[in-house]
């Protein structure tokens, strides 16, 4: 009934009413009219203003409903991510860089009322998301997919996010063909991407990746981990033979150059 209503109007409707009880107690002496004036303010403002806030928070600030969507979707997905505290700034410096700074600060807005409300999140997205039309969900995933892309690694893209994305897609009865080939689509395009960045980098950090088995871009994470790596088997002073000795302490320094290379990027 008050669907197509702002709460904003709702609650100004319900305070008008709660005052027009008050006078007609006052003066005109119907305490039966009051009574009943009262209860439409009861009704309209509890039953009605508090439940369109529920389900929509931030609907005074008339945010499109496909935000609400990806938004929660989005939430819902991190939720379930390890390191999800990681993943909400990265998420975070990736919608900077795709959206208008008013596009931003509303999208924000839900993305941390959806990430702190898990419970809510769920019931949002049941309730809304499975009623969506096919175009409309998937329109959502291939947002989501493409922020994760600038969020997250190679590795975790395709090891991690990709699948759980794609089993909360069966959850909800999304068509995930179509879903799978945008994927493959997107793995192209940041790939070619990639490639060109490549090229365009230093020959001494392309040197440096190189020699360690990474790929551009390196995240902290992944450089540690690929060091520590090389570093227990390079390192010299686990070999007895002297001449394997002396290779694997050339070896450990070229690391100690990549390493400093590779540092010096990463941070800049």
Not at 29 to 46: G, N, Q, R, S, T
Not at 136 to 150: M, N, P, Q, T
Not at 246 to 263: E, G, S, V, W
Request: glycine share 2%; with cysteine.
């Amino acid at each position: 009934m008050f669907s197509k209503y702002k709460r904003k109007e709702l609650q100004d409707v319900a305070s008008v009413v709660s005052l027009v009880s008050v006078i007609i107690f006052l003066w005109i002496d119907y305490p039966v009219l009051a009574f009943l004036a009262w209860l439409v303010h009861v009704w309209v403002y509890y039953f009605y203003a508090s439940k369109i806030s529920l389900d929509y928070p931030f609907a005074e600030l008339e945010i499109p409903q496909l935000y609400y969507l990806q938004m929660a979707f989005l939430a819902w997905v991190t939720i379930n991510l390890p390191k999800k505290n990681v993943f909400y700034k990265n998420l975070r410096n990736a919608m900077i860089s795709k959206e208008s700074k008013g596009d931003f600060i509303k999208k924000m807005k839900l993305y941390h009322h959806f990430f702190v409300n898990i419970n809510r999140t769920q019931k949002f997205i049941q309730k809304y998301f499975l009623n969506s039309e096919d175009k409309e969900k998937i329109s959502v995933v291939k947002y989501i997919l493409e922020l994760f892309y600038d969020a997250s690694s190679e590795y975790e893209m395709k090891q991690i996010i990709f699948p759980l994305i794609l089993q909360f897609c069966k959850n909800l009865q999304i068509e995930t063909g179509s879903i799978e080939n945008y994927f493959k689509l997107i793995n192209i395009r940041y790939e070619n991407k990639r490639k060109q960045m490549v090229g365009s980098l230093p020959d001494e950090y392309n040197w440096a990746l190189k020699f360690m088995g990474l790929t551009h871009p390196v995240n902290m994470s992944q450089f540690k981990r690929r060091y520590y790596q090389l570093a227990k088997k390079l390192h010299p002073d686990l070999y007895t033979d002297e001449k394997t000795k002396q290779k694997m302490t050339n070896q450990f320094k070229l690391l100690q150059k990549a390493k400093t290379i590779i540092l010096k990027r990463i941070k800049q």
